[in-house]
Nanobody, 129 residues
Framework: QLQLVESGGGLVQSGGSLRLSCAAS????????IAWFRQAPGREREGVSC????????IYADSVKGRFTIFKDNANSTAYLQMNSLKPEDTAIYYC??????????????????????WGQGTQVTVSS
């Protein structure tokens, strides 16, 4: 059974950092495209970043580019989102998602037309001003 479990969220001051983890079980991480999404209260879910199966290519939303880094450790079946220079507008529940069928080895996307097949339960990130 495929399972994703996020951790690492919390309360941090503006300008601070957090590292979110997404532990995968029941599947080999290198076979999957991994993405991070977030949803703030009253707002639609937003794609934050994704990393290809190969781990070579990454994509970031403009709002986080230069501040967030996505990476994965296939040996430990864990994907990460390193978040630096956090801003109050980054406050949201962050979800990781995985999919094995929609993307090639070197491509990923967080566009809403793509439906990721597996999702974690989410982890809350709160950035105070």
């Amino acid at each position: 059974q495929l399972q994703l479990v996020e951790s690492g969220g919390g309360l941090v001051q503006s300008g601070g950092s957090l590292r979110l983890s997404c532990a995968a079980s029941g599947f080999e991480l290198y076979r999957y495209t991994i993405a991070w999404f977030r949803q703030a209260p009253g707002r639609e879910r937003e794609g934050v970043s994704c990393i290809t199966k190969s781990g070579v290519n990454t994509i970031y939303a403009d709002s986080v580019k230069g501040r967030f880094t996505i990476f994965k450790d296939n040996a430990n079946s864990t994907a990460y989102l390193q978040m630096n220079s956090l801003k109050p507008e980054d406050t949201a529940i962050y979800y990781c998602a995985a999919d094995s069928t929609q993307f090639g080895v070197h491509y990923c996307s967080t566009d809403s037309r793509y439906k990721y097949s597996s999702w974690g339960q989410g982890t809350q990130v709160t950035v105070s001003s």
